[in-house]
C-alpha cells in the first residue's frame, strides 16, 4: 500500500497531452501574431502547415477529451509526418544562394524550418509520452480528462483553430489563395 493518495493524481499521459495541446497552441499563436502584428499573410504552404499543427493538435485533443487511445497517437504521428513534408518542401523551394526566404525570421530561421523541426520534435514527444505512460504502468487507465485546466487548454485550442479559419477564409475567399499573399481577398 502506497503512502501517496494517488486517487487524486492526474495521469501522466493526460498530463503530457494537454502539454503538447498547448505547445500546438504556441507555435498557432506564434504564427498568428506575426500574421496580425507584422501584417505577413501565410502562403498555400504556409496554410497547410497550419492544418497539420491544427490536426496535430486534434489528436492531442481527443486524448484529453475521449481517453488515450493508440489511433489518437497514430493521427498525431501521421499528421506530424504530412506536416513535415510541406515543410521540406517548402524548405526545398529556398535553397538556392541567396533567395531571402519567404516571410521573416525567428531566431534566424524561417517559420517552414521551424514547422520541420516542430513536426519532428512532436514525433519525439510523443515517443517520450507512450515511453513515460508504459514506464507509469497500467494504473492510470484510459479515462478522458476533465476539469478546469482541460476545459481551459480546449477553450484556447478552439479559439486558435476558429480565427485560422476566419482569416484563411479572408485572406483566400472560396478560391485559391495567391502564392504571395499582400492582402485579405474578402476585405478589399
Known amino acids: 500500500m502506497s503512502i501517496v493518495d494517488t486517487s487524486k493524481q492526474r495521469p501522466v499521459g493526460a498530463i503530457l497531452n494537454a502539454l503538447g495541446l498547448l505547445g500546438i497552441s504556441l507555435i498557432l499563436t506564434v504564427a498568428f501574431i506575426y500574421q496580425l502584428a507584422l501584417g505577413e499573410l501565410p502562403c498555400p504552404l504556409c496554410l497547410l502547415q497550419r492544418a497539420g499543427f491544427i490536426a496535430i493538435g486534434m489528436g492531442f485533443l481527443f486524448n484529453l477529451r475521449l481517453g488515450e487511445r493508440p489511433s489518437h497517437y497514430a493521427m498525431i504521428l501521421i499528421a506530424s509526418l504530412v506536416t513535415g513534408f510541406i515543410a521540406i518542401r517548402q524548405v526545398s523551394l529556398h535553397l538556392a ?88 481577398l474578402l476585405l478589399k
Open 97 to 184: 544562394p541567396g533567395d531571402p526566404g519567404y516571410g521573416s525570421a525567428l531566431f534566424g530561421l524561417h517559420f517552414y524550418t521551424w514547422a520541420l523541426i516542430a513536426a519532428v520534435g512532436v514525433v519525439c514527444y510523443v515517443a517520450l509520452v507512450l515511453v513515460l505512460k508504459d514506464a507509469a504502468g497500467k494504473r492510470e487507465g484510459d479515462a478522458p480528462m476533465v476539469g478546469l485546466a482541460s476545459n481551459t487548454v480546449f477553450a484556447i485550442f478552439a479559439l486558435l483553430v476558429a480565427a485560422n479559419l476566419l482569416s484563411t477564409v479572408l485572406e483566400c475567399g472560396a478560391g485559391q489563395c495567391d502564392d504571395n499573399p499582400v492582402r485579405y
